[in-house]
């Protein structure tokens, strides 16, 4: 449905990481009055670097975490950068940078200081607030003409400040909270137990033994580094059926161990795993993933989060009986992240204006119980339920706010970069075959890369 309405709303986007930034972006291009709330004393979000985990819970059980970012300072992203990029702001290599194709993750923070530049975005932002609160104030009316209260605390204040809003995004990310596994004898292992929400640098645990629970990207890349300086790494594996890359790797050092999972723990250090082998470790680390959570959200029981899904949300993004005026923008996972937060960014401030209108809520709850339904039939455990897989869907949610599709271009060479990390797990980040550089070459000569008048330079030298 379309009108002619274009009303322009009071909104807070609580965030300023990719997914805030672009709501951000396209709310003001819509004509809306935005504030964006962030605790940080910078944007980024899991970018903006953080070395200073003393004061976090190893494990991370608080749902009001310290620390934000999860990422380790040796991390490199894992898509290469042509294809990262928003739709009008294609992540260009610049002079004095790093200029590689899969750069350093200061290198994402830079582009997104240039992005906020570009479509001058700082003066929306209040930095160093934190939310606390955000919940209905009129609830019970329909829920067009609901408000919105936000509580927050500036870093240097002992003073709340509430506001009221006519529409609240919430933009917070979803890689901070731990997800912890539930293991016999956890809570009374006495040795070092820390998740990889934490994890910064190999160095501190040179010499010991360490266990790494989970075989998922960050489980596989700091083992890679850890391997380098412990005397011994377990890396605990679900499955013992692994990729040639992984195999690659472990061949290469004799103190890499593959494991089954974890058993037990002992009080004395004893690790037992599930085939009866056991070892006694220095430390256990969990790179068992995260969790949504979103501690300062009161939405009257209408969205909950259970074994991971964020729920009901129609199309991922709205609860249907507190939309447009409640939206998530970045909850879905294994998506092309950038482009996919700006196609909800701009669905959302569509909606406020009354451009566009969504179905009713009869029809959204419909759609999200057929979504369930069809991914319990094909037998997906529902902490899978934001996991996009294909670029099918993501071109759908583009169309429909009058984006563009994923150029050809960008699809090929997301998925080379993924098969190359399956062969060549420790090399796919410096080295690929002609057929890519091919690809490369036709990316950095297409439009998107020349939109802005600066002329590309070429990654791959
Ligand atoms: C180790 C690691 C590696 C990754 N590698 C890649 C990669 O290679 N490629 C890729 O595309 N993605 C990668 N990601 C995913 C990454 O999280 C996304 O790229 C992106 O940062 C998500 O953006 P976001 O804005 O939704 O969330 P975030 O980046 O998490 O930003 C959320 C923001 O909300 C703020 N916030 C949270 N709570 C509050 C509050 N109560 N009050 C005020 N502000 C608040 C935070 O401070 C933060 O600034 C990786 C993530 C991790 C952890």
Redesign the pocket.
């Known amino acids: 449905m379309v009108s002619e309405t274009n009303q322009s709303k009071n909104v807070c986007v609580?965030?300023?990481?990719?997914?805030?930034?672009v709501a951000a972006r396209e709310l003001k291009r819509e004509g809306h009055k935005v504030v964006v709330?962030?605790?940080?004393h910078d944007?980024?979000?899991?970018?903006?670097y953080n070395p200073n985990v003393q004061e976090e819970d190893p494990l991370g059980r608080d749902p009001w975490l310290k620390v934000?970012?999860?990422?380790?300072e040796s991390?490199?992203?894992?898509?290469p950068r042509e294809v990262?990029g928003f739709t009008d702001f294609p992540f260009l290599v610049k002079k004095g940078r790093d200029p590689r194709r899969?750069p350093s993750?200061r290198e994402?923070l830079l582009y997104l200081k240039d992005f906020c530049e570009w479509f001058e975005l700082r003066d929306m932002i209040k930095f160093n607030?934190?939310?606390?609160y955000v919940g209905p104030l009129n609830y019970g009316v329909p829920s067009e003409d609901l408000k919105w209260v936000v509580r927050?605390k500036d870093k240097n204040s002992e003073e709340e400040v509430e506001q009221v809003f006519d529409a609240v995004v919430v933009?917070?990310?979803?890689?901070?909270n731990p997800r912890l596994p539930c293991i016999q004898g956890m809570a009374i292992w006495k040795r070092k137990q820390m998740h990889?929400?934490i994890y910064r640098s190999p160095e501190p645990f040179r010499g010991e033994i360490v266990v790494v629970v989970g075989n998922s990207?960050?489980g596989q890349?700091i083992s890679m580094e850890l391997v380098k300086v412990v005397k011994e790494l377990h890396l605990s594996s679900k499955s013992l059926d692994i990729y040639e890359g992984l195999s690659k790797v472990i061949s290469k050092h004799e103190n890499f161990h593959l494991r089954p999972q974890i058993e037990t723990l002992r009080e004395d250090g004893t690790v037992i795993f599930n085939d009866g082998s056991s070892i006694i470790a220095d430390t256990i680390l969990y790179c068992t993933g995260?969790t949504y959570s979103f501690?300062?959200l009161d939405t009257k029981g209408m969205v909950v989060v259970d074994d991971n899904r964020v729920g009901p949300l129609y199309e991922h993004t709205f609860p249907p009986a507190l939309a447009p005026s409640l939206s998530l923008?970045?909850i879905p996972r294994r998506i092309?992240?950038?482009p996919f937060?700006e196609s909800q960014g701009k669905w959302v401030a569509q909606l406020l204006s009354g451009k566009k209108a969504l179905p009713s809520y009869e029809e959204m709850m419909k759609s999200i119980k057929e979504f369930y339904h069809s991914k319990e039939e094909a037998g997906i455990p529902k902490h899978y339920t934001h996991e996009i897989e294909g670029f099918d869907y993501c071109d759908k949610y583009a169309e429909n706010v009058g984006l563009p599709k994923l150029q050809e271009w960008r699809k090929d060479l997301c998925v080379s970069a993924v098969v190359n990390l399956f062969i060549n797990l420790e090399t796919y980040r410096d080295s690929w075959n002609d057929d890519i550089d091919e690809k490369l070459q036709e990316a950095l000569r297409s439009p998107y890369f020349t939109q802005l008048g600066v002329e590309p330079e070429d990654p791959s030298l």
């Open positions: 609580i965030g300023a990481g990719p997914s805030g930034l709330l962030e605790q940080n944007i980024g979000g899991q970018w903006l934000h970012s999860s990422i380790y991390l490199r992203l894992m898509s990262m899969f993750h994402l607030t934190k939310v606390h927050s933009a917070t990310g979803h890689y901070s990889s929400h990207f960050s890349e995260y501690p300062f923008v970045g092309l992240g950038l937060f």
